[in-house]
Every structure is written in structure tokens, then in C-alpha cells.
């Protein structure tokens, strides 16, 4: 979702591997589930432990060892042109932290990494601690984690009707993403959880616009969660989809496998060069 | 035409007799005969598989792959055909230059000269034949006027939308959008009431920052910016925004918009800004347009500033 | 001869031909082509696998016209594809949806078609090439060398109305563009665009229309032109290598039957059998991810089919240059959408011309092909121009370039203007160098072997 260059992985082939592979991602997908189930107790567990004094001192500990040095005291950020400048983070909302962290872009190790999606650097208790700490800095300001619970039971059909008219402009019609300016390429949504899905629907992360309740009201959120998540599984009737980047993938098998295919087959079937006696000089 | 020759056989090798090779070729292509014939057998099997899978409901793949095999088995049962047990044969044929004998082109000439001067000898005739030409020509024209009935002369349709003024702004499901639901950074597609969907009228709403100054041709509501959608340089809705820089990207071939200023072009093949819709606030609280855009909107055309004469 | 006849006479098959033959006098031109001869080398087959992707066109064609509805009215969905159900879509969306879901055998026929379409134009361009640089397009072929432009232009024109008919959002993109370079044309531009539309932008009749050109007009202009294109090669016989056998006066090859028959016979069979494998297990267009076309939403990267690459490239590359002169307007589309486009076609169809008045100054009748290197400028032309065309290719997918070697998009494009423009000349340059040099050695050498003997006499 957030634009991060360069890419999280650079695997862009899914459908159909190997059975192994596919029985790997099976459990993958199990896992990412319960994750998720866990991502959503944990989500809901925030929203309880926000005013706790504990989590919020524990918070602003750590906002001051790993995030302060570019953020700046109690988020009020530093020059961005500066060395080791970061964005103010009053006000910034308890999504666009839970995201940033949650998907391992923040912490960097210095200000001229570029945002990528890693697996996430602290644990679960400490990122619930820093955006505790940083919403208390502005409390009720910016979009809050989104809950999306209903999302298995989400109208596929509003999905991608509402993930057309809002994403695939920059995250492309099989969310595989794309070059979407000099610096910043579209992410791969292949790796996203459905939390993270929808937490950048709401706080668009890095140079991704935001959607809010107006725009993007919660069926919708949930209904393009649904359809993110279906694609990624959905089956390709037609058979291999080297990528699915479209006409290019295509064009490129049209040449190789089929037009390759065939020369081959007329350098089988008909004369070779070396089968008669060279005699130019005739012309 | 043709004098076909063999290709002389190969000196025999080492000791061998004539009889030794006779054997040794026949050998050869009963082999190849052999290959052949499991070739064939193997397009039968997949033919039929095919059938079995199109007569239990079919499947993409297996079609494909019991196609690729009938087919693939027929080519290579018959290359062996022809590389093997047909063999190599070489044959040469004459060639003559394409242009005719002289006599010929000497007789028809004369042939031509004779029959036309039946058509256009004596006064009278050539008159005929002139007039004639006259009437293919002018039933040639008369037959062109069809094309014109496919469609419309353009009148000012591509200066005008759906836009004017005191037309609400509305989302893609028809519902009127008030300022205080757009927070900055937000991107949404608007149509005019009426006319959702409509694509000539299609616009981008975008949510400004506070903090960052700009440089706009027409009057707007605080915080909102309202550019038509379609790109100026080949008409694709300019989809992307890149929210952090302020720039609108159009994904089919890159020009970039800077929504701050104007929607002027700052890379990429577009020749002109998307031109901003003039908005308001109504009595009501709703977004409304002022007027249609001031300019046309979508792709340039030849007579672009020249209005459309209304 | 003798011997068999009398088990001859009893095949009906003979029956048959002497019946045909006692109405329409076949056995003396039979007789003539039985055994007309084919240069046998390999690169002479690739015209062939064109011709044979055109067979399997026509046929999946057939069957897809069957249920292809070209018609915009919209419709609610309600087939067995989930995310699309109870959207309203168009009926030609919704007949392309019913193709590749709910008949039977649809999906693989469709994909068959669309593959066939892309290995169609690719083996036309090979074939060309081939063509352009053995020389084979000079005097007497320079018309069969247009006819097959045409070919080429028609090719383009089926593929693009082809995949506009599936109404699906990329295919939609792709019109917009279409009509937008339409619309940028000085003075008849707006007409133009209306006429082709029925009105502005989306018009109605525009599906209609693109059926009509798809199934009929362009497959009947390619069926005609073949026709002539392979009428005009029997006239004219074959090219060939020059060898010791091989002249300027004969054609040495394989005859009709039985080699050739079966060669063709093999091939034609290699290549369904690789366009269904192809057709069977490579998704092509899935169209049900991309969702029906409405004007306002689009989806980045959008390319179209690769034969349309290099125009796409150089709308991309082109730069934002768009003028107003006495209140005419330039757009920026107008050089790089359709002058330059014409004007490319208009030089590679005339290079038969261009060839023999500038290059060779040779208009003398030739059946013997030449090698790259016995024309060092045709060579070095050739190669730039490909090496041109290749690169405003490229240029046509540079966002997925851009996001596949983590470049950026501008400097990208940044890099193609350039390259476009100086790596053609270079490597056309170079060309011509190494053609010039072999040419040179072999002359040289050629001078040695005929002086070696005359100076051993003299001593």
C-alpha cells in the first residue's frame, strides 16, 4: 500500500509453484490468520490500554531511545532536509504508527533508508506502547486503527468494484504494484496482513493519499480487505500467470515460448546452413 | 519443368557393399517408420483424452495440454516422415525473367491500340468515354457520403460538460460532499449531480494541506482543489496521487500534475494543465460549481482556444 | 507405371479426381506445381508460421464471433464469477465473462485467439526482417514487399480492435488513447473522432463498430492480401542462397510434394500445437481481474498488446511540446501518434525504392539473396532502425522497468529520450562497420586466392 522503494521482495511469481511451495503458503496463510486474529485482539486490547500510565511511560522510554533522535522531543519532528530529519508525529493518528511499525519501515537505523516493508523490529508490547505514547501527544486526532472484523463476510463484488475506483490506479488491478513516480514504487500487497491493508487505506503511509469514513465508509474498507485477500488466493482459471503484469509478461511469453519455440522447430524441419556448400562472391 | 535428381549417395565407407547399405537403410527407416507410427498412435490417445475431458465438463489446462500433444505428436510424426523416411530430395527449375518477351508485349500492345480505338476513335465517342469518366468519378464521391452518417459533426460538445453553475459536487454513488468531510490528503473521484459516471465530466477532489502554499487559477473552497480528471496529453483518467508531494500521475504515460500549483505539468508528455473546476459552498453546506471549467478539458485539439463560438 | 494401374483404377479417390478433372481441365496445371520447388532453408519457413497463426485466428475467431455480443447496453452479472456478481456491466463484457467461465471449451479458445494474435505478429516481424536484410525485397518483389506492410498494418489494426472488444477497463484505456491521438489531428481531428465513435467520447456505437472492422473488413483485407502476397511469390518462384547450384536463373529446393506438402504440413501442426499449449496453460488477459470499463477509473501499469509497444513508447517519450499558432493548436500527441508513426510506415514501405535509387543504384532483376554484409548501408540502416524501434519498445513499459530495476520513472525516461536517439545511431553504425569490414576481408581474400596461382605460373 505505502509507496516504498525498493520492493519488499522481489518474488512478484505466485500462482502455482511447486506442491511443497503451495502447501508452505497454505500454512503461511494459516499462520497469517491466526496472526491476524491476534492483530485484531491486540488492536482492540490498544483501544483498552491507551490510558494505562504503565504502557505510556514504557512508550515514551522507548519513543525516546529509537524514534526521538529524528522525530524529535514528543514527536515535533526535525527538518526533513536535515541530516537525520523526520516528520512530526502529533497528531498523525494511532493507524498510521501501529502501520509504520507493525510492518517493519520504522524504526530505520538512520533517516536515509529508505521505508521497506521488513518484519516487524520490536515486539508486539513495545509497538503498542509507542503509539499509546505517541496518540497521547494528540489525543483523538488522526484516523485510529481501523477494525475490520467483518471482512471474510464482505461483498467480494463492492471489493473490487470500490479496489478499482481507489487502489489499482497505483497498486495495478492484481495489486502487484508498480513505479508510481521517480522515487517511489507502489506496494506489492502480496505480504500485507488485513489490518495493515486497512490502516493504509486510512493513514496513507509514505506518498499513499488517505481514504477516510467520508471516502472510504467501513463497508468499503472491508470489502476491499475481502478482495486484496481473495485475489492473492484466487485461482487463475487460464492457467500460469507469470506475474500478472499483463501485456508485458505476455508479450514476453508470445515471443520466447511461442514464436522461440516454433524457430526451433524450423531449424529442425528445414535446411541448416552448414547442410550446403557456401559459394558466394557470385553478386 | 522440373528435372528432379536425387542427391547422389554417400561413397560407401570402409568395406561395406551396396547390399550392407541397402540393409542399413532400410533399417533406418524402419526405425523412423516405427516413431512415425507411435507418433500418430499418441495424437489418437490425446485426441480422445480431449474428448473425454470436453465431455466431463471441461478444463482450460487439460484442453490445452491434450491439443498441444494430438498436435504436437502429428507434427513429429510427420517430420519423421518427411526428414526421414521421404528423405532429402533436391530438385531445380528454371526461372525466366518476369518481365515479357518483346513480341509479347509488341502484340498486345498492338492488341490494345486496335480494340480502343473501337471505345475512343471519332469524336463522339471520346466525348462518350469522357463523360463517362465524369460519372464513375462523381458516383465514387456520392458513394463517400455514407461514412458522414457515422456519427455527428462536432458542435461545442468538447467545450462543454456537465459542470455549471451551482451544480453540486458528488461521489461516485451520487452523494453531495460537504468541505468538512475531506481531510487533507484525500483523493476522490466527483462527478456533477446527475451525471455520475459521466465521462467528460469526471474530476479529481483533493484535499489540501494546511501548510503548503498554493498557486491556483480559480476561486476554491479552503483545503479543496477540483481538477478535471482527464488527462490533457491522451485522455486517461490521471488515477494516481502521490499525496506526500502534492502531484497528480497519469498511468498510461506519466505526465505529472502539481496539484498545488495549478495542475501544471512538472514531467511527462502532457502539453497543458488539467484545468480546475471554480467551486463554492452553497447555502446548504454542499460543494458546488461556479461554472463549468473555463477551459476544455481532456486531450488538445486543433481548435482548443478558439471557444466554441457560443 | 503400367503395372499399378489396374489397382489404381480402384480407388475412389481416383474417381473423384477424374470426375473434377473431366469438368475443369485440372490435370495439366496440377501437373506444373506438383513439383514446384521450395528453397529448403529453415529461415523460409517463418513467413509460414505466420500464415498458419492467421489459420488459427480465423478458426477461434469463428468460434468466439459465436458468442461474443458487441453491444454496451448494460446488464447485471450473474454468472458464476463471485466478485463480479450483481455488478452492472456491459453485455460485451458480460458475453466475454460467459466465454471463459460458462462454455465449454470457451476460455482455452479464447486464449488460444489472443495467443495466436501475439505470435501472429511476431513471426510477420521476423519474417520481415529476414526480407529486409537478404535483400529479398528488391526488383521484381518491391510489391509483394508492400503488400506485405499492408499485411503488417492490418495485422495491427485486427489485433487492436481484438482486444478493445472485451470492454474490460484495460481494453477501454486503450481506446481513449486511440481516439485521443484521433481527436489531436489538425482541422478534421474532432470529425474524425466522432465519425469513427458515433459522437464524443464513449458514444455508443463504438463496440459495433469495432466488431464489424475485427470480424469482417481487416479479416477479409488479410485474406485477400495473403492471397495475393502468396500468388505474387508462385509467380515471381522463390529467392534463394547462391551456391554452386543455386543461380540467378533456376530455383534449387525441395519439391511441392511430397517434401514441402509435409514440411508445412508438420509445421502447421507444430504451430497449433504451440499456440494451444501456450493457449492451455498461460493465462492470457484475464479480463475478470481488471473488472468492466468506466471511463473514470484506470490502473497502472497499462500497456497494450506488444505489437503496440513501440507506439506506446513513443507517446511516452515524446516530450510535452504543444503550440498554439494563430489560434491552431498542436497538440502534444500529434507528432509521436501519428506523424512519425506514418512516417515510418511511409519510409519502411518504400525502402524497395529507397534501396535501389540511393543504396545499391542497382535496378536490375535479382533472385539470389544477399548477406547482411554484401550492402553495409542497407545493414547499418536496418540495424538502427530496429535498434530505434526496440527502444521506443522499451520505452513503452517504462513504469514496469522503472519498478523492476528499482530506477527511478524519470530517469528512466530521462535515459530512454536520449538512448533512443544515440544508441540506434551507434549500434547502426557499428553494424555497418562490421558488415563493411567483412566485406572487405572476403574481397581481399577472394583477390589472393585468384592472384596465388597466376604468380606461382609466372615463376
Known amino acids: 500500500m505505502p509507496a516504498a ?82 516528520p512530526p ?14 510492518t517493519g519501515r520504522m524504526p530505520l537505523d538512520n533517516a536515509n533508508e529508505r521505508l521497506s516493508h521488513r518484519p516487524q523490529q520490536m515486539t508486539d508490547e513495545d509497538r503498542r506502547a509507542i503509539v499509546a505514547y505517541v496518540t497521547s501527544l494528540a489525543p483523538g486526532e488522526g484516523p485510529g486503527i481501523p477494525d475490520i472484523e467483518g471482512w471474510q463476510q464482505a461483498d467480494l463484488s463492492r471489493g473490487l468494484h470500490q479496489f478499482t475506483t481507489h487502489c489499482a490506479a497505483c497498486h495495478g488491478p492484481t495489486a502487484a504494484g508498480v513505479a508510481v513516480g521517480q522515487r517511489d514504487v507502489s506496494s506489492n500487497l502480496e505480504v500485507s496482513t488485513p489490518l495493515e491493508i486497512a490502516e493504509a487505506v486510512r493513514s496513507g503511509p509514505g506518498v499513499m493519499p488517505a481514504f477516510n469514513e467520508e471516502i472510504v465508509p467501513q463497508q468499503d474498507l472491508e470489502a476491499i480487505v475481502a478482495w486484496v485477500m481473495d485475489l492473492r488466493e484466487r485461482e487463475s482459471p487460464g492457467g500460469l500467470a507469470i506475474g500478472r503484469s499483463g501485456p508485458v509478461s505476455e508479450g514476453f511469453i508470445a515471443w520466447v515460448l511461442g514464436l522461440g519455440l516454433l524457430m526451433i522447430v524450423m531449424y529442425l524441419l528445414g535446411e541448416k546452413a552448414d547442410e550446403e556448400v557456401d559459394d558466394h562472391g557470385g553478386e | 519443368m522440373a528435372a528432379s535428381d ?68 502429428v507434427g513429429v510424426g510427420l517430420a519423421i516422415w518427411v526428414r526421414v523416411i521421404v528423405g532429402p530430395e533436391e530438385i531445380v527449375e528454371d526461372r525466366y525473367p518476369m518481365r515479357s518477351e518483346d513480341a509479347d508485349r509488341d502484340a498486345f500492345e498492338e492488341l490494345y491500340q486496335s480494340t480502343m480505338g473501337e471505345v475512343t476513335v471519332g469524336g463522339r465517342r471520346r466525348f462518350l468515354l469522357r463523360l463517362l469518366t465524369g460519372a464513375g468519378l462523381s458516383l465514387g464521391l456520392a458513394l463517400l457520403i455514407p461514412i458522414r452518417s457515422l456519427g455527428p459533426g462536432p458542435r461545442n460538445e468538447l467545450f462543454r460538460t456537465e459542470w455549471g453553475e451551482g451544480v453540486r459536487v458528488v461521489d461516485e454513488e451520487g452523494e453531495p460532499l460537504r468541505p468538512e468531510d475531506i481531510s487533507p490528503d484525500q483523493v476522490v473521484t466527483v462527478f456533477p449531480e446527475g451525471a455520475t459516471g459521466s465521462a467528460d465530466s469526471q474530476a479529481v477532489l483533493v484535499g489540501l494541506r494546511k501548510d503548503v502554499p498554493t498557486d491556483l487559477r480559480q476561486p476554491t473552497v479552503e483545503g479543496i482543489v477540483v481538477y478535471s480528471k482527464i488527462c490533457t496529453h491522451a485522455g486517461c483518467p490521471v488515477g494516481l496521487y502521490r499525496a506526500a508531494v502534492g502531484e497528480l500521475l497519469c498511468p498510461c504515460h506519466q505526465s505529472t500534475f502539481g496539484v498545488y500549483d495549478g495542475a501544471e505539468v512538472l514531467s511527462g508528455p502532457a502539453g497543458r494543465p488539467l484545468p480546475q473546476l471554480p467551486i463554492e459552498v452553497d447555502r446548504e453546506g454542499y460543494l458546488v460549481a461556479i461554472s463549468d471549467f473555463r477551459v476544455p478539458v481532456g486531450p488538445s485539439f486543433w481548435n482548443l482556444t478558439r471557444g466554441d463560438g457560443a | ?28 496445371g496440377t501437373q506444373r506445381y506438383w513439383r514446384k520447388a521450395f528453397p529448403a532453408h529453415w529461415s523460409f519457413l517463418i513467413g509460414e508460421v505466420a500464415l498458419f497463426s492467421l489459420v488459427v485466428l480465423l478458426f477461434t475467431g469463428t468460434f468466439l464471433a459465436f458468442f461474443y455480443v458487441p453491444d454496451t447496453r448494460l446488464v447485471v452479472y450473474d454468472g458464476p464469477y463471485v466478485p463480479l456478481q450483481g455488478q452492472e456491466i456491459s453485455a460485451a463484457f458480460d458475453s466475454t465473462l460467459r466465454l471463459s467461465f460458462e462454455v465449454r471449451g470457451g476460455l482455452v479458445m479464447r486464449q488460444i485467439h489472443h495467443w495466436a494474435a501475439l505470435v501472429f505478429v511476431a513471426a510477420i516481424t521476423v519474417h520481415m526482417l529476414r526480407v529486409f536484410f537478404t535483400g529479398a525485397f528488391r526488383r521484381p518483389r ?94 515471381q518462384k522463390h529467392t534463394q542462397k547462391p551456391s554452386k547450384k543455386a543461380t540467378n536463373t533456376n530455383v534449387v529446393g525441395e519439391p511441392l510434394f511430397p517434401n514441402q506438402t509435409l514440411t508445412s504440413l508438420a509445421l502447421f501442426a507444430f504451430t497449433i500445437a504451440v499456440l494451444a499449449m501456450l493457449g492451455g496453460l498461460f493465462e492470457i488477459n484475464p479480463v475478470w481481474l481488471y473488472g468492466p470499463y ?43 501518434g501519428v506523424i512519425l508513426p506514418g512516417l515510418i510506415f511511409t519510409v519502411v514501405g518504400a525502402w524497395p525504392w529507397i534501396d535501389a535509387r540511393w543504396i545499391t543504384k542497382d535496378h536490375e532483376e535479382h533472385h539470389l539473396l544477399q548477406r547482411p554484409r554484401d550492402v553495409p548501408v542497407r545493414t547499418g540502416i536496418g540495424v538502427g532502425g530496429f535498434v530505434f524501434l526496440l ?64 604468380s606461382g605460373a609466372q615463376q
Open chain 1, 5 to 86: 522503494a525498493p520492493r519488499p521482495t522481489p518474488d512478484r511469481h505466485r500462482r502455482r509453484r511447486a506442491l511443497a511451495i503451495a502447501t508452505g503458503l497454505a500454512l503461511l496463510v494459516a499462520l497469517v490468520n491466526v496472526v491476524f486474529g491476534g492483530g485484531l485482539a491486540a488492536a482492540q486490547e490498544d483501544e483498552a490500554d491507551i490510558s494505562s500510565d504503565a504502557l505510556l511511560e514504557r512508550g515514551a522510554q522507548i519513543y525516546g531511545a529509537q524514534c526521538a533522535l529524528c522525530h524529535g522531543e514528543a514527536g515535533r519532528g526535525l527538518p526533513v532536509d536535515g541530516p537525520d530529519g523526520g
Open chain 1, 89 to 102: 508525529l502529533i497528531g498523525v493518528g494511532p493507524a498510521s504508527v501501529d502501520f509504520m511499525i507493525r
Open chain 2, 6 to 73: 536425387r542427391r547422389p549417395p554417400r561413397t560407401p565407407a570402409g568395406g561395406r557393399t551396396k547390399a550392407d547399405q541397402w540393409r542399413e537403410q532400410r533399417k533406418r527407416e524402419d526405425r523412423a517408420a516405427r516413431w512415425a507410427a507411435v507418433s500418430f498412435l499418441v495424437a489418437i490417445v490425446a485426441s480422445l483424452a480431449l474428448f473425454v475431458v470436453y465431455i466431463s465438463g471441461g478444463q482450460a489446462q487439460l484442453e490445452g495440454l491434450t491439443l498441444f500433444i494430438a498436435f504436437g505428436a
Open chain 3, 1 to 28: 507405371m503400367s503395372t499399378t494401374d489396374e489397382s489404381r483404377r480402384q480407388s475412389p479417390l481416383d474417381d473423384v479426381a477424374r470426375w473434377l478433372d473431366d469438368r475443369l481441365r485440372l490435370a495439366e
Open chain 3, 142 to 235: 518491391e510489391l509483394n514487399w508492400v503488400v506485405g506492410v499492408i499485411l503488417l498494418l492490418l495485422a495491427f489494426g485486427a489485433g487492436f480492435t481484438g482486444y478493445s472488444l472485451p470492454d474490460d477497463l484495460l481494453s477501454g484505456t486503450g481506446l481513449r488513447i486511440g481516439y485521443s491521438v484521433l481527436l489531436g489531428i489538425p482541422f478534421v481531428g474532432p470529425l474524425i473522432g466522432f465519425i469513427a465513435l458515433g459522437g464524443e467520447y464513449p458514444g455508443t456505437d463504438v463496440l459495433g463498430r469495432l466488431h464489424i472492422l475485427h470480424v469482417m473488413l481487416l479479416p477479409a483485407g488479410l485474406i485477400g492480401l495473403v492471397g495475393a502476397h502468396l500468388a505474387i511469390l508462385v509467380r
Open chain 3, 294 to 336: 468506466e471511463p473514470f477509473q484506470v490502473f497502472a501499469p497499462a500497456q497494450p498488446d506488444w505489437y503496440m509497444g513501440w507506439l506506446e513508447g513513443l507517446l511516452r517519450l515524446w516530450p510535452n511540446w504543444e503550440f498554439t499558432i494563430l489560434g491552431l493548436t498542436i497538440p502534444s500527441t500529434l507528432l509521436p
Open chain 3, 391 to 454: 527502444s521506443i519498445f522499451i520505452a513503452g513499459g517504462n513504469d514496469v522497468l522503472a519498478s523492476n530495476t528499482a530506477t527511478g520513472l524519470q530517469t528512466i525516461s530521462a535515459i530512454l529520450r536520449v538512448g533512443t536517439i544515440v544508441v540506434p545511431l551507434l549500434i547502426g553504425w557499428i553494424a555497418y562497420r562490421i558488415a563493411k569490414g567483412l566485406k572487405e576481408n572476403e574481397a581481399a581474400a577472394a583477390r589472393a586466392t585468384r592472384s596465388e596461382p597466376a
